[in-house]
């Protein structure tokens, strides 16, 4: 059992961090004592603290760059997921965020820059199975509603076309009729 010299509450050892500077190995002060100091330092100079994390990772881009592909490959499925439910929970914060950036010069600079790149990655796409199924699955859809549209468009005058003919038919009828008296 320790004291620790901050919040002054008596504390089991394996709550104190290692230092091998001090006589008993340990820190002079609690794991949440420290944590508690490092955040409120953070808060204080987040402006600091953002520079000195871009500055390391300008310096060490290869590295940052290379852990951060190792780390998505080993955790692939799991980010997937949760991008997933994020883009399930915040349906329409991301339909506006993807709106401003379609809209934007960045993104308009990025499709003329890339444009062979896009193209490719499109044909690429859409010859996977999974994905061409689909599309055709659409394009069927598409037609269906189409017919539906033009039918229903064209049903009044479609109509119309029906009731003259009958009218056409009754008055020849008719006309008939009179001719045999």
Sequence with gaps: MKSCN???IIKDLNEFSNNKRNKDGLDHFCKSCISLKNKTSYKDN???HSEKRKEYYLKNKERENLKAKNYYESNKKE????????VDRNKEKTKEYQKEYHNSEKYKEYKLKNSEKIKLYDREYRQRPEIKERINKQKVERAKIEK???LYINLPFLLE???QTILDVTDL?????LKRF
């Design 6 to 8: 901050k919040c002054n």
């Design 148 to 150: 539906f549209k033009i």
């Design 173 to 177: 009828r008719n006309q008939r009729k």
């Design 79 to 86: 980010i997937l997921e949760n991008n997933k439910k994020y």
């Design 161 to 163: 076309a029906q009731y």
């Design 46 to 48: 987040k402006q600091k």
